[in-house]
């Protein structure tokens, strides 16, 4: 997007937010009509985290992948579980027994490094 487009959008965002923050618990539709917002840019700001909705509002969002109802994000508490779950196991599977475990960077900053003697000539 060009400069001008992001600053309008930042500036319609705050609007919105300026707005839900002095009317907690508004509709979409109030929302909209009060700021001119885009209804498909206030849902991307909320599947962004930029925004949330309150209690009232949770059937607004709903998880990607099983449908229950949220307030942010993508996906609900337990699908963000069972994702966390399947990478974790699949970086666990991934990963050979006889690995050997990799230097860390400090050790290998220790292994790279040319001492020199103070004074002296070389090989003395």
């Known amino acids: 997007m060009c400069p001008n487009c992001v600053r309008e959008i930042d500036t319609l965002f705050s609007e919105v937010k300026n707005f839900l923050y002095d009317f907690p618990g508004s509709s979409m539709e109030e929302v909209c009509e009060a700021t001119k917002a885009d209804r498909a840019l206030i849902i991307r700001w909320l599947r962004e985290g930029r925004l949330v909705t309150d209690e009232r509002s949770a059937a607004l ?52 490094k040319m001492h020199l003697r103070q004074g002296g000539k070389p090989g003395s």
């Open 61 to 112: 969002l709903t998880c990607v992948t099983c449908g229950k109802p949220i307030r942010i994000g993508q996906y609900c508490e337990d699908c963000k579980g069972n994702l966390q779950r399947t990478l974790n196991d699949t970086t666990r599977s991934m990963q050979k027994p006889d690995d050997k475990p990799r230097r860390t960077t400090e050790e290998s900053a220790k292994k790279s």
